[in-house]
């Protein structure tokens, strides 16, 4: 595992190359909890300002502008309202949030608190899979130590006027959990369903009252943005993109590992084919890429190789696929791409939550399908067939885990043809005719 910062100082992976980086003491004298001590000297207001001119976008896949998302929490509420972190990280080739619980546990805690302080919040819920507990178990050492030193807890840093308290809650490993509203649902003690939007959480969400989701990622970024403000922050990255962002990159690279990159890195084929290492794993040619974990769209080699692909949110929809995660899985020319993509939907159809029948159902089809093309019993029919049932999960199931496990086989039909049209022709049932991909 590689774990390097490329094309800039190393910010969120900073800690990850201090030894004991992860305890208050080293975390204080590496600068910690000063842009917590700087925000409790801020009005609300300006702090919301600093993070809207960085340009963050969240972390955890859809890319929603924090500082607008924080603008949107109504201050006149009579209610409680809450901080909660999404640690559930799910998303198949997503593997970042762990490294920073892990060696910078201190720096979630700061970036809640702020988020505490800005929102007017006294209560915070770290919610992580299931799998994490023994992240968990850092935060848990990392919240106390904060409690003992006052950082936590009725009088933050001695600021009589705010208290804040955190607390880690686990959950069963489902992916749908990382889902906002079902991991409010979650949270609350029930079971992992998502809810409907509107109203969406910072109006009503945990216990009915208005909370922020936010990403590991997206927290452990507002103390940096804090510290050197919001605008030389966004300087880091690109304009529409702000700062530096973590990649984890898996499959057939050499160096597989997570990244910090600035945002608008170039480019895209570089990253692959020569930071990760130089050239792919036994010098394969390069076939495809799924670049934000496993919920965007398949990109094959011609879209990115000579192509000057941009690492940031508008660069990889020009390319055809989105940002995500930054979970990026790289595979060679040995894979099938019906193969893995009947890989990932089993996937979803395990992890649907069942609440919605065109998730429910369609993921189930989909299965079913590609089962029966995998034992040669694939029709010429098959490509179309599921892209209708796609089209019919997309934009019409509860929550996106419908998109989600509708976007890989679009895209990879779409870019793929190939290797669909060998399963769908080269078998028994075949009646000769051509294949509509
Ligand atoms: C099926 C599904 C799974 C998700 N899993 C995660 C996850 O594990 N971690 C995460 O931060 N966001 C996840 N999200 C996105 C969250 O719903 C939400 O957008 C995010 O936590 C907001 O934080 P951000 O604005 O900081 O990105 C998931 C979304 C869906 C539809």
Same mark, same amino acid.
């Given at each position: 595992?590689?774990?390097?910062?490329l094309?800039c100082?190393p910010l969120?992976? %900073? %800690?990850?190359?201090?030894?004991?980086g *992860?305890t208050?003491?080293?975390?204080?004298? !590496?600068?910690g909890y000063?842009?917590l001590?700087k925000a409790l000297?801020?009005?609300?207001?300006?702090i #919301?300002?600093?993070? /809207?001119?960085?340009a963050l976008r969240g972390?955890?896949g859809?890319g929603?502008p924090?500082? $607008?998302k924080?603008?949107?929490?109504p201050?006149?509420?009579p209610k409680p309202?809450?901080i909660v972190c999404?640690?559930?990280e799910?998303?198949p080739?997503?593997?970042?949030?762990?490294?920073l619980?892990?060696y910078d546990p201190h720096a979630?805690?700061?970036?809640?608190?702020?988020?505490?302080y800005?929102?007017?919040?006294?209560?915070?819920y770290?919610? @992580?899979r299931g799998e994490?507990?023994?992240?968990?178990d850092i935060?848990d050492?990392?919240i106390?130590e904060? *409690?003992?030193a @006052?950082?936590l807890?009725?009088?933050?840093l001695g600021? /009589?006027?705010f208290?804040?308290d955190l607390?880690?809650h686990t959950?069963?490993?489902?992916? #749908?959990?990382?889902?906002?509203?079902?991991?409010?649902?979650?949270l609350?003690?029930y079971?992992?369903h998502p %809810?409907?939007?509107?109203?969406?959480?910072?109006i009503?969400?945990l216990?009915?009252?208005p909370t922020i +989701?936010?990403n590991?990622?997206?927290f452990?970024? #507002?103390?940096?943005?804090?510290?050197m403000g919001?605008?030389?922050w966004?300087?880091?990255?690109?304009?529409?993109?702000?700062?530096t962002? =973590?990649w984890? #990159?898996?499959?057939?690279v050499?160096k597989?590992? +997570?990244?910090?990159?600035?945002m608008?890195?170039?480019?895209m084929?570089k990253?692959i084919? &020569? !930071?990760c290492?130089?050239m792919?794993?036994d010098d394969?040619k390069?076939?495809?890429?799924?670049?934000g974990?496993?919920? +965007?769209y398949?990109?094959n080699?011609?879209q990115i =190789?000579? /192509?000057?692909?941009?690492? !940031?949110y508008e660069g990889?929809?020009?390319? @055809?696929?989105? =940002?995500?995660t930054?979970g990026? $899985?790289v595979m060679?020319?040995?894979?099938?791409? $019906?193969e893995s993509?009947k890989?990932?939907?089993?996937?979803?159809k395990?992890?649907?939550?069942?609440?919605c029948?065109?998730?429910?159902?369609g993921t !189930?089809?989909?299965?079913k399908i590609?089962? %029966?093309?995998s034992?040669?019993?694939g029709?010429p029919?098959?490509?179309?067939?599921? =892209?209708?049932i796609?089209?019919n999960i997309?934009?019409?199931?509860f929550?996106p885990l419908?998109d989600?496990?509708a976007?890989?086989? &679009?895209s990879?039909?779409k &870019?793929?043809p190939?290797?669909?049209k060998k399963?769908l022709?080269?078998?028994?049932?075949?009646?000769?005719t051509?294949?509509? +991909?």
């Amino acid at each position: 595992m590689e774990i390097k910062a490329l094309g800039c100082e190393p910010l969120s992976l %900073r %800690r990850v190359f201090i030894k004991d980086g *992860h305890t208050l003491d080293v975390y204080k004298k !590496d600068g910690g909890y000063k842009s917590l001590e700087k925000a409790l000297g801020m009005t609300q207001d300006a702090i #919301i300002q600093e993070v /809207k001119d960085s340009a963050l976008r969240g972390r955890g896949g859809a890319g929603f502008p924090t500082g $607008m998302k924080w603008s949107f929490v109504p201050r006149d509420s009579p209610k409680p309202k809450y901080i909660v972190c999404n640690a559930d990280e799910s998303e198949p080739g997503s593997f970042k949030d762990r490294y920073l619980m892990e060696y910078d546990p201190h720096a979630l805690i700061e970036g809640m608190i702020i988020a505490g302080y800005t929102l007017g919040s006294n209560t915070g819920y770290i919610y @992580g899979r299931g799998e994490y507990r023994y992240l968990l178990d850092i935060m848990d050492v990392a919240i106390k130590e904060a *409690h003992d030193a @006052g950082i936590l807890g009725p009088k933050v840093l001695g600021n /009589k006027n705010f208290s804040f308290d955190l607390h880690t809650h686990t959950g069963a490993g489902a992916y #749908i959990c990382g889902e906002e509203t079902a991991l409010l649902s979650s949270l609350e003690g029930y079971r992992g369903h998502p %809810r409907m939007k509107p109203p969406f959480p910072a109006i009503e969400g945990l216990y009915a009252s208005p909370t922020i +989701v936010n990403n590991v990622e997206t927290f452990t970024s #507002i103390p940096q943005i804090i510290d050197m403000g919001g605008i030389k922050w966004r300087d880091l990255g690109t304009e529409k993109s702000g700062g530096t962002k =973590l990649w984890s #990159i898996s499959g057939h690279v050499k160096k597989p590992g +997570v990244y910090e990159l600035p945002m608008g890195y170039a480019d895209m084929e570089k990253f692959i084919m &020569q !930071d990760c290492g130089g050239m792919l794993r036994d010098d394969k040619k390069l076939k495809a890429v799924i670049p934000g974990g496993s919920s +965007v769209y398949i990109m094959n080699a011609g879209q990115i =190789l000579g /192509k000057n692909v941009t690492l !940031d949110y508008e660069g990889l929809v020009a390319a @055809g696929s989105m =940002l995500g995660t930054g979970g990026m $899985m790289v595979m060679d020319e040995t894979v099938d791409i $019906m193969e893995s993509t009947k890989n990932l939907t089993e996937f979803y159809k395990h992890e649907s939550c069942g609440w919605c029948t065109p998730c429910r159902e369609g993921t !189930d089809w989909l299965v079913k399908i590609f089962n %029966r093309i995998s034992i040669g019993e694939g029709r010429p029919e098959d490509a179309q067939l599921m =892209l209708d049932i796609c089209d019919n999960i997309e934009g019409k199931s509860f929550c996106p885990l419908g998109d989600a496990a509708a976007w890989p086989i &679009q895209s990879a039909i779409k &870019q793929f043809p190939g290797d669909f049209k060998k399963w769908l022709f080269d078998n028994t049932n075949t009646n000769g005719t051509q294949p509509n +991909v």
